[in-house]
């Protein structure tokens, strides 16, 4: 036989072999009768979910699609809308009553404020309010662009308030409106125009096609309009992380996208599991020689019957049919038990390694963590009082970081060109400055303990702005002690005196400087330390009792405590 023949004829015997191998190796996993699973015995969704994430990711993330994904997890999912919607109001808070600061020991500089507070207090519609809601968009698209809008006084009554040195009526400017522009509004090809060989930013573009209607439902249908180029120095950019190379800032949206998307995910998967727990596992109980025959034979009548039945659970199962007619023979003559039977029952047994739900909790605390807002979702854990101001306050952290950037733009953009245009030239100590208010007022036993502490040792500097401040944090309207002298309201403060405060008695060395306790630096008159203490009372009089030692009281404390 030619050596080649010999060659194949051995490959094949080998192949045959192999094929032997193979068919062995399943027949031990599967039986002569082939009969084996039709559905699904593994599960693929959790490595699928990771996988469909990782796979969406750089294109939902890259712009002007980020935009639209940004604006969808706003406002369809209550993780990040709640979050969100949290730091706004907070935001919002802060702005609702802001300040002007100003050199009081130039004139210029009180008038410039003053022309920036009557501006920023007439806009046309709009407030200092809802412009700081616009700016704040940042934290969710990564960055927020502000048109500053301008107008002349509508009549020369309109402001009557101070000048500047060489300002005239006729010069001055006010505020108008500051306008949003939508980050989704922007020109998708080119968003933002560079110019000095890529060093500058020198204007963005908008595309006028995006508000072809009301709900924008046209704007990828018509044909392309004219774009809108707006110069850099019309407009107000803020954002996280922006710089002049990254003009759109990194969105902390981006940073939990892939949880708020898994949470989706997991969402549609616990939703149909509920679904199917609702409505229990059909259960149809069939004698078993009908089984028998219609396995046996699958053009017989049993065969045509048991899948009649099973087409009918199926499609009461899924609400298709309503209703179904079966036998009801007994199994035996005393009438206990049926041939056929249908009933729905739960699933029984612990067979997962994971919860969805408990997923979707760490999910949605990955987005809360993110904005620094675990605080929001501290009813669902178990730390204590301490654990929530801690949380608190770092929750403020971040918003107020959110609100130093809108008070850094506004102080180095919009006030220096506002003055400017009207003529007014100020050095930077004299140049007004924009301070919002607090996020969440301090209390009033807080402020009014500060105060009698601080007063008691002779610290507290009764300066017009120290008394101004401190009366705005005990909540009075302060417009009115603006027009008075340092003079008169030290008058005023004066006048309002009662008496000499005893609160910093016990802060002194007994003997030394004005101190008139003798006991020293035991402060007997604090009442914390008399909660220690037990007044009795004997032959000669009244006296504080300790574990070690007593004390009587003077005059002067019977008098107080009306105990002569």
Same mark, same amino acid.
């Given at each position: 036989?030619?050596?080649?023949?010999?060659?194949?004829?051995?490959?094949?015997?080998?192949?045959?072999?192999?094929?032997?191998?193979? $068919?062995?190796?399943?027949?031990?996993?599967?039986?002569?009768?082939?009969?084996?699973?039709?559905?699904p015995?593994?599960?693929?969704?959790?490595?699928?979910?990771?996988?469909?994430?990782?796979?969406?990711?750089?294109?939902?993330?890259?712009?002007?699609?980020?935009?639209?994904?940004?604006?969808e997890?706003?406002?369809?999912?209550?993780?990040?809308?709640?979050?969100?919607?949290?730091?706004?109001?907070?935001?919002?808070?802060?702005?609702?009553? /802001?300040?002007?600061?100003?050199?009081?020991?130039?004139?210029?500089?009180?008038?410039?404020?003053?022309?920036?507070?009557?501006?920023?207090?007439?806009?046309?519609?709009?407030?200092?309010?809802?412009f700081?809601?616009?700016?704040?968009?940042?934290?969710?698209?990564?960055?927020?662009?502000?048109?500053?809008?301008?107008?002349?006084?509508?009549?020369?009554?309109?402001?009557?308030?101070?000048?500047?040195?060489?300002?005239?009526?006729?010069?001055?400017?006010?505020?108008?409106?500051?306008?949003?522009?939508?980050?989704?509004?922007?020109?998708?090809?080119?968003?933002?125009?560079?110019?000095?060989?890529?060093?500058?930013?020198?204007?963005?573009?908008?595309?006028?096609s995006?508000?072809?209607n009301?709900?924008?439902?046209?704007?990828?249908?018509?044909?392309?309009?004219?774009?809108?180029?707006?110069a850099?120095?019309?407009? !107000?950019?803020?954002?996280?992380?922006?710089?002049d190379?990254?003009?759109?800032?990194?969105?902390?949206?981006?940073?939990?996208?892939?949880?708020?998307?898994? =949470?989706?995910?997991?969402?549609?998967?616990?939703?149909?599991?509920?679904s199917?727990?609702?409505?229990?596992?059909?259960?149809?109980?069939?004698?078993?020689?009908?089984?028998?025959? +219609?396995?046996?034979?699958p053009?017989?009548?049993?065969? !045509?019957?048991?899948?009649?039945?099973?087409?009918?659970?199926?499609?009461?199962?899924a609400?298709?049919?309503?209703?179904?007619?079966?036998?009801?023979?007994?199994?035996?003559?005393?009438?206990?038990?049926?041939? /056929?039977?249908?009933?729905?029952?739960?699933?029984?047994?612990?067979g997962?390694?994971?919860?969805?739900?408990? +997923?979707?909790?760490?999910?949605?605390?990955?987005?809360?963590?993110?904005f620094?807002?675990?605080?929001?979702?501290s009813?669902?854990?178990?730390?204590? /009082? $301490?654990?929530?101001?801690g949380?608190n306050?770092?929750?403020?952290?971040?918003?107020?970081?959110?609100?130093?950037?809108?008070?850094?733009?506004?102080? =180095?953009?919009?006030?220096?060109?506002?003055?400017?245009l009207?003529?007014?030239?100020?050095?930077?100590?004299?140049?007004?400055?924009?301070?919002?208010?607090?996020?969440?007022?301090?209390s009033?036993?807080?402020?009014?303990?500060?105060?009698?502490?601080?007063?008691?040792?002779? +610290?507290?500097?009764?300066?017009?702005?120290?008394?101004?401040?401190?009366?705005?944090?005990?909540?009075y309207?302060?417009?009115?002690?603006q027009?008075?002298?340092?003079?008169?309201?030290?008058?005023?403060?004066? !006048?309002?005196?009662?008496?000499?405060?005893?609160?910093?008695?016990?802060? =002194?060395?007994?003997?030394?400087?004005?101190?008139?306790?003798?006991?020293?630096?035991?402060?007997?008159?604090?009442?914390?330390?008399?909660?220690?203490?037990?007044?009795?009372?004997?032959?000669?009089?009244w006296?504080?009792?300790?574990?070690?030692?007593?004390?009587?009281?003077?005059?002067?404390?019977?008098?107080?405590?009306?105990?002569?």
């Amino acid at each position: 036989m030619h050596p080649a023949r010999r060659n194949k004829k051995k490959r094949n015997n080998k192949n045959n072999n192999n094929n032997n191998d193979i $068919n062995k190796s399943l027949d031990v996993i599967l039986p002569k009768n082939r009969r084996m699973r039709k559905r699904p015995a593994a599960t693929n969704a959790i490595y699928a979910t990771r996988k469909w994430t990782e796979g969406l990711k750089p294109y939902e993330l890259r712009f002007p699609t980020n935009i639209e994904v940004f604006h969808e997890m706003y406002s369809r999912d209550e993780a990040v809308g709640g979050v969100l919607n949290a730091t706004y109001a907070l935001v919002e808070n802060a702005f609702k009553k /802001y300040h002007i600061k100003n050199n009081n020991s130039s004139k210029d500089s009180i008038a410039a404020a003053a022309i920036v507070r009557h501006s920023l207090d007439n806009m046309r519609d709009m407030t200092v309010r809802s412009f700081a809601r616009n700016a704040a968009t940042f934290n969710q698209f990564g960055f927020s662009v502000i048109e500053k809008n301008y107008r002349k006084p509508q009549s020369d009554k309109e402001y009557l308030g101070p000048l500047p040195e060489g300002v005239a009526h006729e010069d001055l400017w006010f505020i108008d409106k500051l306008s949003m522009i939508p980050q989704r509004s922007l020109d998708i090809s080119e968003p933002f125009i560079i110019g000095n060989e890529g060093r500058d930013i020198i204007g963005l573009r908008q595309n006028a096609s995006w508000f072809l209607n009301s709900t924008h439902a046209l704007r990828n249908w018509e044909p392309p309009a004219r774009t809108i180029n707006i110069a850099r120095n019309k407009f !107000m950019l803020m954002g996280i992380n922006s710089t002049d190379s990254n003009p759109m800032g990194t969105s902390p949206l981006e940073q939990v996208w892939e949880s708020w998307k898994q =949470k989706q995910f997991y969402q549609r998967y616990l939703s149909v599991g509920i679904s199917k727990d609702m409505a229990g596992m059909p259960l149809l109980e069939i004698p078993k020689d009908i089984l028998d025959r +219609a396995n046996t034979d699958p053009t017989s009548p049993e065969a !045509m019957l048991v899948t009649q039945m099973c087409e009918d659970v199926a499609a009461m199962h899924a609400g298709e049919q309503n209703m179904m007619i079966m036998p009801s023979d007994p199994f035996t003559d005393n009438g206990q038990g049926k041939e /056929y039977n249908l009933k729905f029952v739960g699933i029984d047994g612990s067979g997962k390694n994971f919860d969805l739900q408990n +997923a979707i909790d760490k999910c949605r605390e990955s987005i809360y963590q993110s904005f620094g807002a675990l605080n929001l979702i501290s009813n669902e854990s178990k730390g204590g /009082y $301490n654990q929530l101001e801690g949380q608190n306050a770092i929750h403020l952290y971040f918003v107020n970081r959110i609100i130093n950037i809108i008070e850094e733009s506004v102080n =180095k953009d919009l006030i220096p060109q506002l003055l400017n245009l009207c003529g007014i030239r100020l050095s930077h100590k004299d140049m007004p400055r924009f301070k919002a208010g607090d996020i969440e007022p301090v209390s009033l036993e807080e402020v009014s303990k500060m105060v009698q502490r601080v007063k008691s040792v002779n +610290a507290f500097l009764g300066t017009k702005e120290v008394w101004i401040e401190t009366y705005e944090k005990l909540g009075y309207d302060t417009e009115h002690l603006q027009e008075l002298s340092e003079e008169e309201l030290q008058e005023l403060s004066e !006048m309002g005196s009662k008496g000499q405060s005893r609160a910093g008695d016990g802060m =002194k060395t007994a003997g030394e400087g004005t101190s008139t306790n003798t006991v020293g630096f035991g402060g007997d008159n604090n009442l914390e330390n008399k909660s220690k203490e037990t007044l009795k009372f004997d032959s000669e009089g009244w006296y504080w009792k300790t574990n070690d030692s007593k004390r009587y009281l003077n005059s002067d404390e019977l008098s107080e405590m009306d105990l002569q």
